[in-house]
């Protein structure tokens, strides 16, 4: 036990005894004290001592009696003041104790003082030394952060003024004190600093690497360490000397330098002082010394020498070779390298622009100009602008005409053209008649001078080189005037020296002017007649000339052509025409009582551009002929008579006659009851007629005999015979409709009812659905009051009766299935109580989409008789037969009663729904008639069927289209008839109406869950998988993404059978674009063709309705030929191209009609195919495209206006492909002009676009004698192979492969590097080819979340070109501008794709016409604009006018900044016209361009994460978007429908990989494990080279070396058990082997010479794998995570056991399965050296074999393979060896592959 414990047990014990026993007398008023004293305190009093005395009065002595060994305190030994005699100090003591006595008397008493000592701040922190100077590395990037130096303070204080807290200030740090030096006032606060100090332990960091150079770097650091206790600080000075390294690149203070000198300039001309800046340290080394010279120089073609020189040393460039000639260059572009001593570069361009001497003499472009100028232009117009070429740019041009040159040269003038005109000129010329023509020979210049010759000087020039000359005409030429049609001939003169240039002959070019005046329409034909009556029975047959009219027009020298027609709006109804000749004819049946008279307004028109128009007036007065009998007046409708009435007067009859009674046509009339009238009418009703009633017309009265049954007949139809008053009247029978009423006069019977419905699933629709009423018969119409109730409780709680009028409804939450209902209706009106009636309902689900898609069928019957009769059954089992389908394949799931046909007859609207809507619709459309054969009744309509005005409203079947538009949601439709009663979702009418054939409120229904697969998700083979993202289709080879589309159709052409296709209908909009590419050796062939069907019309149909409407598309004589009738009348277009499209090459062609104006493009006007040599990319960079020559827009586009009535293509049929499947209607039925030839295509089409959208030409759809491909365009068997992401193309008989974006190289396996872009960033580029002036293309790869910036923009110099990708708004856009035209762009206006995924966007232009795509370029992903006005060829400045990234431009600073930057995104795999470009920093130059200029660009794709702070609700986690995020269930999870929870995603259900691969899943997804022969992701690729599974050659690599390493350690473990083994075996001598008791035969006991210790550890080898399961290196993804060989503590077997196993080989190898082990003994030593051998006992091999195991070969053997071991000795052993040797997963699929 501790002493001083102890000594307090006794202290205390005694002063209990003293308490217990008595007092002392004298005691201490406490037995313990504590004081606290401050640390270096003198002479401080403590405390007082007191005691107790007993008895008091006595005196008292203190006295220390011990612990003041110090002489720290002083006690008064009279007053017991206890003071401190010297001072303490707490470092030495913290706490004093001092025993003090008091006597008085004998007695005495003891008491403790405890001192407590308080510390004081009285030690300042000192460092051993005041200042440290110490040396870095600069731009030292090592393992940050790093302690750089320790620095440790010390302090005298203990406790807490002890304890040391350190402070780092100076440069490079935040928070700088305002009392740092000078040098350091300069550090950017705002900077990441790069200092650091640790605050326990003062250690100094070092955060980042340290500059030395300017303008943010220093070369002395200078820090300061401050450690403080709390109250009392020190400091320490750090100077760090950084030491410099060569990590700066010279830079020259401006990137491009544009400097001018004469093109006379002497050898050794000063061009530019270049001067670089080096910001290394000069003073240190050869960091900063810098070197000249020329990067890029240019050489003189004659000698071969170069043109610049740079002085090395100074960096002045001057001339190295006399007198420039600016004519044949104007500009050269120098690149200065300027390199330091460390071999670091940096460079600028110099452009040298030469200066002109006017030294060459002007000449005109061309020697003789044919001009062909039109007539009426005004006097002083330009008529053309002729073109003179001068190399000098210092010219004074002067022009004139040389009197009396020829015809007609007084009539003209010549000016330069001023500055401005040219562009007005330009803009103007496509208006006027003078087309150029430079053919002719070479005249000499004639010199001749004359003062009276219309002169006029001036400067002309335009670009450089080059003036024009403006030809205008004194007064107006008139083609009229003979003198001027034989056209003119002058000559023109120009001189460069202005006006005192005449007088030199060689300064003097001239040229020849041939001018034919071109007609112009300026006169408007003159009608002989304007205004005709004529009078025409309504008789006249058609044909019956009417009047004729003629015209002449003075135009075209009396010779133009005039064309006849009648305005549409003036005959609407078309029953009259006129022909060439301008005879007016009856065309239709005129009918007086529809219109008695009619004024035709007959145009003559010529035919002019833009054609004029004279009109006549004929006026037409229909006569009358009897031809109408009359007609029921009163009553208008059926007429009710009550059952079981007596005889009675019923209705009277009045009659009218729509003839006209003044001829005799009317009254007075006759009727009187049909002779013919049945039986059952005659004998009960009677017709009584009197002639005189109503003034002479007449009146009939009809009377019923007796009483009448409506049970027996509900109604009675009384035929009347009627007739006029003509001499020979007109007769007809008449229906008079005597309805019999009900009274209720029969009692109630028993029945049962069967209902179908079709029920949306539960929160898809309405809640209830209703079933119709419960049935039960009654020959009465049940006008009783009844009551309903169940007779036995429902199967389920979902149905509900309304007990008083029968009706039975049912919740849409009943499963599907059959429910039988019991009921009972009473009438106690009658008596009648408890009558069965039985309810079978059968409930069958479906689903928003199938209502989406269902086919709407209309048929001529009411709505009851389609549901209660077998036309209902026999209708769906023909579709089902049509289509190939089982039972229940196809299902009618909604009956709707519609309104009156053309008959006025009830119609009924019936939907089906199939596995294919578009399949079924085109099925059931093209097999109509034999579909109403079956059916026994006519089918109206099939699908949409024609679009009128406002369908939602329309009631006709011919205007009202139906549609599953909302369905459900407006309730359910009920068809009940009585005894079957037919249920469905409501559908809308109108919907399909719609431009994009969907009405609006359809899109704001909510789509289905977006990882949701259907049967339509994938088309053509597809398979259909689930992703986090969203479904996803895995497509098969020679399908377009995303839904596997099949984009081109071959068509056999055979007339016999036919050949088309059907694909959707052209969508009714005001706007359409139709595009197609076609392949095909027809001269004459059908193209497309949407209109009216075969089945020919009794009569024309009516003017504006939409069954006169026609799209077709034809080939005649290889020319394409358009007719377009929208409504208004038809227009034809026919192009004479230079060239027949019938040639087995790609055409395309686009239809467009938009704002009345109808227009036909062949080829975009490219002059031939668009995919012709043109564009061909060749593998020559040096290659240059021929000079561009605009096309002839006359032979490849052609116009029309439309009439102005024309609206939409409202025809709603299929749009067929390649020929017709029905013959041709007849077009003089319908009022076209020309038949329709309707011939088959044989060849080829493809990319067939309706408004962007890509029409699928698969095997899904309806066709005859066409099948999806083309092997015309398909690549032959020995291309190359172009890998997974390439693709074969075949261009001018050239197979190659073209590469996904992303990706390059031969077979396309080699990925592309990205580019960051970061803020005021650029890109210039310089082409090593020109772009073609006509067709280009830029094509990339782009991720960002910036909505705004400039991708690639490809300029001409000055800007004046541009075309290029860029985003606006979050959309990409394509920007045009040829200039004078203002910029145009297009863009995609409905997605938008700055979401921060990677996407691929091309960009194409033919002339004007541009065109714009995103990802897989379909529907919204897609727009074009073919404009084909205006400047065709575009300038792209070669050298300068390529920008990546944004506009550089100029700052202050001097450096390049970026306008419209694209910033914080990256772009992939740049192509300009199919010709990939670099990307720095990766890349800087390829065949086709390299970088001149970069800024702001890195390398790859990084974001920085984007979830680091983020917490989301469970069970969402934080998903990483690329510098975004969101809460979601993350990679391979989706949420759950119905609930808040993730679930797994499991995509190998869906079965994505195709040909028989094996999908194998995975934590991000699944990979596919092809069969051979197969490859690609999804198994979708054929040929030689597929394969699942690829290595990338460092991939290979690194196994190959791997497994090389674990090869070498498996032979070393295994040769050193063998050696260890054998010694073992020595050392045991003449071990034999005995058999022991209990032993099973055949089994050995272990000798002591076989054991081996138990410490050493076997190999095993793993099971071969199963045969199903691939070798790949999917199935372990942790094979470069593990050991090859494994060495497991339980494999070490006794002696025993490995005895016995040697055993078992032994069998083996004495009785071998494998002859080959005996046969080839030769093979046998190879295989395993040591079998040839005798063991050291005179043992035979084979009995060594039972030690070593070579019965098969092993790792060792495989070492050796290729060199004497047998072959296949990998596999061999893997697939072979047993015994317990272990190999860890992986290892076998390495050993699998490296065979293979």
Same mark, same amino acid.
């Given at each position: 036990?501790?002493?001083?414990?102890?000594?307090?047990?006794?202290?205390?014990?005694?002063?209990?005894?003293?308490?217990?026993?008595?007092?002392?007398?004298?005691?201490?008023?406490?037995?313990?004290?504590?004081?606290?004293?401050?640390?270096?305190?003198?002479?401080?009093?403590?405390?007082?001592?007191?005691?107790?005395?007993?008895?008091?009065?006595?005196?008292?002595?203190?006295?220390?009696?011990?612990?003041?060994?110090?002489?720290?305190?002083?006690?008064?030994?009279?007053?017991?003041?206890?003071?401190?005699?010297?001072?303490?100090?707490?470092?030495?003591?913290?706490?004093?104790?001092?025993?003090?006595?008091?006597?008085?008397?004998?007695?005495?008493?003891?008491?403790?003082? /405890?001192?407590?000592?308080?510390?004081?701040?009285?030690?300042?922190?000192?460092?051993?030394?005041?200042?440290?100077?110490?040396?870095?590395?600069?731009?030292?990037?090592?393992?940050?952060?790093?302690?750089?130096?320790?620095?440790?303070?010390?302090?005298?204080?203990?406790?807490?003024?002890?304890?040391?807290?350190?402070?780092?200030?100076?440069?490079?740090?935040?928070?700088?004190?305002?009392?740092?030096?000078?040098?350091?006032?300069?550090?950017?606060?705002?900077?990441?600093?790069? @200092?650091?100090?640790?605050?326990?332990?003062?250690?100094?960091?070092?955060?980042?690497?340290?500059?030395?150079?300017?303008?943010?770097?220093?070369?002395?650091?200078?820090?300061?360490?401050?450690?403080?206790? =709390?109250?009392?600080?020190?400091?320490?000075?750090?100077?760090?000397?950084?030491?410099?390294?060569?990590?700066?690149?010279?830079?020259?203070?401006?990137?491009? /330098?544009?400097?001018?000198?004469?093109?006379?300039?002497?050898?050794?001309?000063?061009?530019?002082?270049?001067?670089?800046?080096?910001?290394?340290?000069?003073?240190?080394?050869?960091?900063?010394?810098?070197?000249?010279?020329?990067?890029?120089?240019?050489?003189?073609? $004659?000698?071969?020498?170069?043109?610049?020189?740079? +002085?090395?040393?100074?960096?002045?460039?001057?001339?190295?070779?006399?007198?420039?000639?600016?004519?044949?260059?104007?500009?050269?572009?120098?690149?200065?390298?300027?390199?330091?001593?460390?071999?670091?570069?940096?460079?600028?361009?110099?452009?040298?622009?030469?200066?002109?001497?006017?030294?060459?003499?002007?000449?005109?472009?061309?020697?003789?100009?044919?001009?062909?100028?039109?007539? =009426?232009?005004?006097?002083?117009?330009?008529?053309?602008?002729?073109?003179?070429?001068?190399?000098?740019?210092?010219?004074?041009?002067?022009?004139?005409?040389?009197?009396?040159?020829?015809?007609?040269?007084?009539?003209?003038?010549?000016?330069?053209?001023?500055?401005?005109?040219?562009?007005?000129?330009?803009?103007?010329?496509?208006?006027?008649?003078?087309?150029?023509?430079?053919?002719?020979?070479?005249?000499?210049?004639?010199?001749?001078?004359?003062?009276?010759?219309?002169?006029?000087?001036?400067?002309?020039?335009?670009?450089?080189?080059?003036?024009?000359?403006?030809?205008?005409?004194?007064?107006?030429?008139?083609?009229?005037?003979?003198?001027?049609?034989?056209?003119?001939?002058?000559?023109?003169?120009?001189?460069?020296?202005?006006?005192?240039?005449?007088?030199?002959?060689?300064?003097?070019?001239?040229?020849?002017?041939?001018?034919?005046?071109?007609?112009?329409?300026?006169?408007?034909?003159?009608?002989?007649?304007?205004?005709?009556?004529?009078?025409?029975?309504?008789?006249?047959?058609?044909?019956?000339?009417?009047?004729?009219?003629?015209?002449?027009?003075?135009?075209?020298?009396?010779?133009?052509?005039?064309?006849?027609?009648?305005?549409?709006?003036?005959?609407?109804?078309?029953?009259?025409?006129?022909?060439?000749?301008?005879?007016?004819?009856?065309?239709?049946?005129?009918?007086?009582?529809?219109?008695?008279?009619?004024?035709?307004?007959?145009?003559?028109?010529?035919?002019?551009?833009?054609?004029?128009?004279?009109?006549?007036?004929?006026?037409?007065?229909?006569?009358?002929?009897?031809?109408?009998?009359? @007609?029921?007046?009163?009553?208008?409708?059926?007429?009710?008579?009550?059952?079981?009435?007596?005889?009675?007067?019923?209705?009277?009859?009045?009659?009218?006659?729509?003839?006209?009674?003044?001829?005799?046509?009317?009254?007075?009339?006759?009727?009187?009851?049909?002779?013919?009238?049945?039986?059952?009418?005659?004998?009960?009703?009677?017709?009584?007629?009197?002639?005189?009633?109503?003034?002479?017309?007449?009146?009939?009265?009809?009377?019923?005999?007796?009483?009448?049954?409506?049970?027996?007949?509900?109604?009675?139809? /009384?035929?009347?015979?009627?007739?006029?008053?003509?001499?020979?009247?007109?007769?007809?029978?008449?229906?008079?409709?005597?309805?019999?009423?009900?009274?209720?006069?029969?009692?109630?019977?028993?029945?049962?009812?069967?209902?179908?419905?079709?029920?949306?699933?539960?929160?898809?629709?309405?809640?209830?659905?209703?079933?119709?009423?419960?049935?039960?018969?009654?020959?009465?119409?049940?006008?009783?009051?009844?009551?309903?109730?169940?007779?036995?409780?429902?199967?389920?709680?979902?149905?509900?009766?309304?007990?008083?009028?029968?009706?039975?409804?049912?919740?849409?939450?009943?499963?599907?299935?059959?429910?039988?209902?019991?009921?009972?209706?009473?009438?106690?009106?009658?008596?009648? @109580?408890?009558?069965?009636?039985?309810?079978?309902?059968?409930?069958?689900?479906?689903?928003?989409?199938?209502?989406?898609?269902?086919?709407?069928?209309?048929?001529?019957?009411?709505?009851?008789?389609?549901?209660?009769?077998?036309?209902?059954?026999?209708?769906?089992?023909?579709?089902?037969?049509?289509?190939?389908?089982?039972?229940?394949?196809?299902?009618?799931?909604?009956?709707?009663?519609?309104?009156?046909?053309?008959?006025?007859?009830?119609?009924?609207?019936?939907?089906?729904?199939?596995?294919?809507?578009?399949?079924?619709?085109?099925?059931?459309?093209?097999?109509?008639?034999?579909?109403?054969?079956?059916?026994?009744?006519?089918?109206?309509?099939?699908?949409?069927?024609?679009?009128?005005?406002?369908?939602?409203?329309?009631?006709?079947?011919?205007?009202?289209?139906?549609?599953?538009?909302?369905?459900?949601?407006?309730?359910?439709?009920?068809?009940?008839?009585?005894?079957?009663?037919?249920?469905?979702?409501?559908?809308?009418?109108?919907?399909?109406?719609?431009?994009?054939?969907?009405?609006?409120?359809?899109?704001?229904?909510?789509?289905?869950?977006?990882?949701?697969?259907?049967?339509?998700?994938?088309?053509?083979?597809?398979?259909?998988?689930?992703?986090?993202?969203?479904?996803?289709?895995?497509?098969?080879?020679?399908?377009?993404?995303?839904?596997?589309?099949?984009?081109?159709?071959?068509?056999?052409?055979?007339?016999?059978?036919?050949?088309?296709?059907?694909?959707?209908?052209?969508?009714?909009?005001?706007?359409?674009?139709?595009?197609?590419?076609?392949?095909?050796?027809?001269?004459?062939?059908?193209?497309?063709?949407?209109?009216?069907?075969?089945?020919?019309?009794?009569?024309?149909?009516?003017?504006?309705?939409?069954?006169?409407?026609?799209?077709?598309?034809?080939?005649?004589?290889?020319?394409?030929?358009?007719?377009?009738?929208?409504?208004?009348?038809?227009?034809?277009?026919?192009?004479?191209?230079?060239?027949?499209?019938?040639?087995?090459?790609?055409?395309?062609?686009?239809?467009?009609?938009?704002?009345?104006?109808?227009?036909?493009?062949? +080829?975009?006007?490219?002059?031939?195919?668009?995919?012709?040599?043109?564009?061909?990319?060749?593998?020559?960079?040096?290659?240059?495209?021929?000079?561009?020559?605009?096309?002839?827009?006359?032979?490849?586009?052609? $116009?029309?206006?439309?009439?102005?009535?024309?609206?939409?293509?409202?025809?709603?049929?299929?749009?067929?492909?390649?020929?017709?499947?029905?013959?041709?209607?007849?077009?003089?039925?319908?009022?076209?002009?020309?038949?329709?030839?309707?011939?088959?295509?044989?060849?080829?089409?493809?990319?067939?676009?309706?408004?962007?959208?890509?029409?699928?030409?698969?095997?899904?759809?309806?066709?005859?004698?066409?099948?999806?491909?083309?092997?015309?365009?398909?690549?032959?068997?020995?291309?190359?192979?172009?890998?997974?992401?390439?693709?074969?193309?075949?261009?001018?008989?050239?197979?190659?492969?073209?590469?996904?974006?992303?990706?390059?190289?031969?077979?396309?396996?080699?990925?592309?590097?990205?580019?960051?872009?970061?803020?005021?960033?650029?890109?210039?580029?310089?082409?090593?080819?020109?772009?073609?002036?006509?067709?280009?293309?830029?094509?990339?790869?782009?991720?960002?979340?910036?909505?705004?910036?400039?991708?690639?923009?490809?300029?001409?110099?000055?800007?004046?070109?541009?075309?290029?990708?860029?985003?606006?708004? =979050?959309?990409?856009?394509?920007?045009?501008?040829?200039?004078?035209?203002?910029?145009?762009?297009?863009?995609?206006?409905?997605?938008?794709?700055?979401?921060?995924?990677?996407?691929?966007?091309?960009?194409?232009?033919?002339?004007?016409?541009?065109?714009?795509?995103?990802?897989?370029?379909?529907?919204?992903?897609?727009?074009?604009?073919?404009?084909?006005?205006?400047?065709?060829?575009?300038?792209?400045?070669?050298?300068?006018?390529?920008?990546?990234?944004?506009?550089?431009?100029?700052?202050?600073?001097?450096?390049?900044?970026?306008?419209?930057?694209?910033?914080?995104?990256?772009?992939?795999?740049?192509?300009?016209?199919?010709?990939?470009?670099?990307?720095?920093?990766?890349?800087?130059?390829?065949?086709?361009?390299?970088?001149?200029?970069?800024?702001?660009?890195?390398?790859?794709?990084?974001?920085?994460?984007?979830?680091?702070?983020?917490?989301?609700?469970?069970?969402?986690?934080?998903?990483?978007?690329?510098?975004?995020?969101?809460?979601?269930?993350?990679?391979?999870?989706?949420?759950?429908?119905?609930?808040?929870?993730?679930?797994?995603?499991?995509?190998?259900?869906?079965?994505?990989?195709?040909?028989?691969?094996?999908?194998?899943?995975?934590?991000?997804?699944?990979?596919?494990?092809?069969?051979?022969?197969?490859?690609?992701?999804?198994?979708?690729?054929?040929?030689?080279?597929?394969?699942?599974?690829?290595?990338?050659?460092?991939?290979?690599?690194?196994?190959?070396?791997?497994?090389?390493?674990?090869?070498?350690?498996?032979?070393?473990?295994?040769?050193?058990?063998?050696?260890?083994?054998?010694?073992?075996?020595?050392?045991?001598?003449?071990?034999?082997?005995?058999?022991?008791?209990?032993?099973?035969?055949?089994?050995?006991?272990?000798?002591?010479?076989?054991?081996?210790?138990?410490?050493?550890?076997?190999?095993?080898?793993?099971?071969?794998?199963?045969?199903?399961?691939?070798?790949?290196?999917?199935?372990?993804?942790?094979?470069?995570?593990?050991?090859?060989?494994?060495?497991?503590?339980?494999?070490?077997?006794?002696?025993?056991?490995?005895?016995?196993?040697?055993?078992?080989?032994?069998?083996?190898?004495?009785?071998?399965?494998?002859?080959?082990?005996?046969?080839?003994?030769?093979?046998?030593?190879?295989?395993?050296?040591?079998?040839?051998?005798?063991?050291?006992?005179?043992?035979?091999?084979?009995?060594?074999?039972?030690?070593?195991?070579?019965?098969?070969?092993?790792?060792?053997?495989?070492?050796?393979?290729?060199?004497?071991?047998?072959?296949?000795?990998?596999?061999?052993?893997?697939?072979?060896?047993?015994?317990?040797?272990?190999?860890?997963?992986?290892?076998?699929?390495?050993?699998?592959?490296?065979?293979?």
């Amino acid at each position: 036990m501790d002493p001083a414990k102890i000594l307090q047990i006794i202290t205390n014990s005694t002063w209990m005894v003293t308490r217990l026993v008595g007092s002392d007398p004298v005691e201490f008023e406490e037995q313990k004290y504590v004081v606290e004293v401050p640390e270096n305190s003198a002479n401080v009093p403590l405390l007082r001592l007191t005691v107790k005395l007993n008895p008091p009065g006595k005196a008292v002595k203190f006295r220390i009696k011990s612990g003041n060994e110090g002489g720290y305190f002083s006690l008064e030994e009279t007053s017991g003041r206890l003071s401190l005699a010297r001072p303490l100090d707490y470092e030495t003591q913290t706490q004093h104790e001092v025993v003090v006595e008091a006597r008085a008397g004998a007695g005495r008493s003891e008491a403790r003082v /405890v001192v407590v000592v308080r510390d004081v701040n009285d030690h300042t922190p000192a460092f051993p030394r005041s200042s440290l100077l110490m040396q870095l590395t600069e731009g030292d990037g090592r393992h940050f952060p790093k302690t750089i130096l320790k620095t440790k303070a010390t302090d005298g204080d203990k406790g807490k003024f002890g304890h040391l807290s350190y402070s780092l200030s100076g440069d490079g740090v935040h928070f700088l004190p305002s009392s740092s030096s000078s040098s350091s006032s300069s550090y950017n606060a705002s900077s990441t600093p790069s @200092f650091a100090i640790d605050s326990s332990t003062g250690d100094v960091l070092l955060l980042k690497p340290l500059d030395r150079d300017p303008p943010d770097g220093r070369a002395v650091w200078r820090l300061w360490v401050t450690a403080s206790d =709390g109250e009392l600080q020190a400091s320490m000075s750090i100077t760090i000397n950084l030491k410099d390294v060569n990590d700066n690149a010279p830079h020259f203070p401006e990137s491009r /330098v544009t400097v001018a000198i004469p093109e006379d300039a002497p050898l050794g001309t000063s061009v530019v002082q270049m001067t670089a800046v080096d910001l290394d340290d000069p003073l240190e080394g050869r960091n900063a010394r810098l070197t000249y010279s020329l990067e890029r120089n240019v050489v003189e073609a $004659a000698s071969g020498s170069p043109i610049f020189a740079v +002085d090395h040393q100074q960096g002045l460039v001057t001339t190295a070779v006399c007198c420039l000639d600016r004519e044949k260059t104007q500009k050269y572009i120098l690149h200065v390298l300027a390199t330091d001593g460390g071999g670091l570069k940096g460079t600028s361009t110099v452009e040298v622009e030469v200066s002109d001497v006017n030294d060459e003499p002007p000449r005109f472009s061309v020697a003789e100009w044919f001009l062909d100028v039109r007539e =009426g232009h005004p006097p002083g117009q330009v008529l053309a602008s002729l073109t003179v070429i001068d190399p000098d740019t210092c010219n004074d041009f002067a022009f004139r005409l040389v009197p009396g040159s020829g015809h007609g040269w007084q009539l003209f003038r010549v000016e330069a053209q001023r500055e401005g005109t040219a562009e007005k000129y330009r803009a103007r010329k496509e208006d006027t008649a003078g087309a150029r023509g430079m053919v002719g020979g070479q005249s000499e210049a004639s010199g001749v001078t004359s003062e009276e010759s219309p002169v006029s000087e001036g400067n002309g020039r335009e670009g450089k080189g080059t003036a024009r000359v403006e030809l205008r005409a004194v007064r107006e030429l008139d083609y009229e005037n003979a003198d001027h049609r034989r056209g003119f001939r002058f000559r023109l003169q120009v001189t460069d020296k202005g006006a005192a240039g005449w007088q030199e002959r060689r300064r003097v070019g001239s040229a020849w002017v041939n001018i034919n005046l071109v007609d112009s329409n300026d006169n408007t034909p003159v009608l002989r007649e304007k205004h005709a009556r004529r009078t025409v029975p309504e008789d006249a047959a058609p044909g019956t000339l009417l009047a004729s009219f003629t015209a002449t027009d003075a135009d075209g020298a009396g010779h133009g052509i005039i064309h006849f027609t009648i305005a549409p709006d003036s005959d609407p109804d078309i029953l009259f025409s006129v022909d060439a000749a301008g005879e007016v004819r009856v065309a239709g049946h005129l009918d007086r009582e529809k219109s008695p008279t009619h004024t035709l307004l007959v145009w003559a028109t010529d035919d002019g551009v833009p054609p004029r128009t004279a009109t006549a007036t004929l006026a037409v007065t229909v006569t009358d002929v009897n031809d109408n009998p009359p @007609f029921l007046s009163e009553p208008k409708g059926g007429v009710e008579v009550e059952e079981n009435g007596e005889p009675q007067m019923v209705t009277k009859i009045r009659l009218g006659d729509p003839d006209d009674w003044d001829l005799g046509h009317g009254p007075p009339f006759s009727l009187f009851l049909d002779p013919r009238a049945p039986e059952h009418v005659s004998s009960v009703v009677r017709v009584e007629f009197d002639p005189k009633a109503e003034d002479g017309r007449g009146i009939g009265v009809v009377w019923v005999r007796g009483s009448l049954d409506r049970e027996e007949r509900r109604a009675l139809l /009384v035929p009347v015979v009627v007739g006029d008053g003509a001499p020979q009247p007109c007769t007809a029978t008449l229906t008079l409709t005597l309805n019999v009423g009900d009274q209720n006069d029969n009692p109630l019977t028993p029945a049962a009812k069967t209902v179908t419905a079709h029920v949306l699933k539960e929160g898809e629709g309405s809640e209830k659905v209703p079933l119709g009423r419960i049935y039960v018969k009654d020959p009465d119409e049940g006008a009783e009051k009844r009551i309903y109730a169940w007779r036995s409780a429902p199967p389920l709680p979902g149905f509900s009766l309304q007990q008083d009028t029968g009706h039975l409804h049912m919740s849409n939450a009943v499963p599907p299935g059959s429910y039988h209902l019991q009921f009972e209706v009473s009438a106690p009106s009658q008596g009648q @109580f408890g009558v069965g009636a039985n309810v079978s309902v059968q409930v069958d689900h479906v689903s928003l989409e199938d209502l989406t898609s269902a086919v709407p069928l209309t048929v001529p019957a009411p709505s009851t008789q389609v549901a209660g009769t077998p036309v209902l059954l026999r209708l769906v089992e023909a579709a089902q037969t049509f289509l190939g389908l089982p039972k229940g394949g196809v299902r009618a799931v909604t009956i709707q009663a519609g309104g009156e046909g053309v008959d006025s007859s009830p119609v009924t609207h019936v939907w089906l729904v199939g596995p294919d809507a578009a399949v079924l619709y085109h099925t059931l459309l093209h097999r109509r008639e034999e579909l109403s054969h079956l059916l026994g009744v006519d089918v109206v309509e099939v699908g949409v069927g024609e679009c009128g005005g406002e369908a939602e409203n329309a009631t006709s079947t011919t205007a009202a289209p139906l549609e599953s538009c909302e369905a459900g949601r407006e309730g359910y439709s009920v068809v009940d008839a009585e005894s079957t009663a037919v249920v469905g979702p409501r559908m809308r009418f109108g919907c399909g109406c719609r431009c994009g054939g969907r009405c609006d409120r359809c899109a704001t229904r909510p789509p289905p869950p977006t990882h949701t697969c259907t049967s339509r998700t994938c088309l053509n083979g597809g398979r259909c998988f689930p992703t986090s993202e969203g479904v996803r289709c895995a497509c098969p080879l020679h399908t377009a993404s995303p839904t596997c589309k099949v984009l081109m159709r071959h068509f056999q052409g055979d007339e016999s059978i036919g050949s088309w296709t059907w694909v959707a209908s052209i969508p009714p909009c005001p706007e359409v674009h139709i595009s197609l590419e076609v392949l095909t050796t027809s001269q004459n062939a059908t193209l497309l063709y949407s209109g009216p069907d075969h089945l020919g019309l009794a009569e024309p149909p009516p003017p504006g309705s939409a069954s006169r409407e026609v799209l077709l598309l034809e080939l005649r004589c290889g020319r394409p030929f358009l007719m377009l009738d929208l409504g208004g009348g038809p227009v034809t277009l026919a192009l004479t191209a230079s060239y027949s499209l019938a040639d087995s090459t790609w055409h395309r062609l686009d239809v467009i009609w938009k704002d009345e104006l109808v227009e036909m493009v062949v +080829d975009l006007c490219s002059g031939s195919s668009i995919h012709g040599a043109s564009m061909k990319v060749t593998d020559d960079p040096t290659t240059r495209p021929p000079p561009p020559v605009p096309p002839d827009a006359h032979t490849c586009r052609g $116009a029309a206006r439309l009439p102005p009535t024309a609206r939409t293509l409202n025809y709603q049929r299929p749009l067929q492909v390649g020929g017709m499947a029905h013959p041709a209607p007849s077009h003089d039925t319908y009022g076209w002009p020309e038949p329709i030839r309707a011939l088959p295509l044989k060849g080829c089409v493809r990319n067939l676009r309706v408004n962007g959208e890509l029409r699928d030409l698969g095997a899904g759809v309806l066709s005859s004698g066409s099948v999806p491909g083309c092997a015309a365009a398909e690549c032959p068997a020995n291309s190359p192979y172009c890998g997974t992401y390439g693709r074969c193309q075949m261009e001018a008989g050239t197979a190659r492969c073209e590469c996904e974006s992303g990706w390059a190289g031969a077979d396309c396996s080699t990925p592309t590097t990205a580019s960051t872009f970061h803020l005021h960033s650029f890109v210039r580029l310089a082409l090593s080819f020109s772009p073609l002036g006509y067709t280009t293309s830029i094509s990339l790869r782009f991720r960002t979340r910036k909505a705004d910036g400039d991708l690639v923009v490809l300029s001409s110099e000055g800007g004046g070109d541009r075309f290029g990708l860029q985003l606006a708004g =979050g959309r990409a856009c394509v920007l045009l501008q040829l200039h004078p035209a203002p910029p145009r762009t297009l863009c995609l206006a409905h997605v938008q794709l700055t979401d921060g995924r990677w996407h691929r966007l091309h960009a194409a232009r033919y002339g004007s016409a541009t065109f714009v795509m995103a990802d897989d370029g379909d529907g919204d992903l897609y727009n074009a604009s073919v404009s084909l006005k205006g400047r065709q060829l575009l300038e792209v400045d070669h050298e300068a006018g390529v920008l990546i990234g944004g506009v550089s431009r100029q700052v202050d600073s001097g450096t390049s900044a970026s306008q419209r930057d694209f910033h914080d995104g990256c772009l992939d795999d740049v192509r300009i016209s199919s010709r990939p470009v670099p990307l720095p920093p990766a890349l800087n130059r390829t065949a086709w361009a390299r970088v001149d200029e970069a800024r702001g660009v890195g390398v790859d794709c990084e974001a920085p994460p984007a979830c680091g702070n983020v917490t989301c609700r469970s069970p969402l986690t934080c998903v990483d978007t690329w510098r975004s995020y969101h809460c979601g269930c993350g990679e391979g999870r989706v949420m759950e429908e119905g609930s808040n929870l993730c679930q797994a995603l499991d995509q190998c259900d869906h079965r994505p990989c195709l040909h028989g691969g094996t999908c194998i899943a995975a934590n991000t997804g699944f990979t596919c494990s092809c069969l051979s022969g197969y490859g690609g992701r999804f198994c979708q690729l054929q040929g030689p080279g597929a394969a699942s599974l690829k290595l990338s050659l460092a991939g290979l690599v690194a196994v190959l070396v791997w497994c090389t390493l674990l090869l070498l350690l498996v032979c070393a473990v295994l040769l050193h058990q063998h050696h260890r083994r054998s010694a073992l075996r020595r050392g045991a001598g003449d071990g034999k082997e005995s058999t022991t008791p209990g032993e099973t035969k055949g089994h050995v006991s272990p000798s002591p010479s076989d054991c081996h210790p138990p410490y050493l550890l076997e190999l095993r080898l793993l099971a071969p794998p199963r045969g199903n399961r691939p070798a790949s290196w999917s199935t372990n993804p942790n094979i470069a995570d593990v050991d090859v060989l494994q060495v497991d503590a339980a494999s070490v077997t006794s002696s025993l056991e490995e005895r016995t196993q040697q055993q078992q080989q032994q069998e083996i190898l004495t009785h071998p399965t494998n002859p080959t082990n005996t046969t080839n003994p030769s093979q046998a030593s190879l295989s395993n050296p040591s079998s040839a051998v005798p063991s050291e006992e005179g043992e035979p091999a084979a009995e060594k074999q039972e030690v070593e195991r070579s019965g098969c070969d092993d790792l060792r053997n495989y070492a050796y393979e290729g060199g004497g071991s047998s072959p296949g000795s990998l596999s061999s052993c893997l697939e072979s060896c047993s015994g317990n040797t272990k190999f860890l997963g992986g290892f076998r699929e390495v050993a699998h592959m490296l065979e293979s």
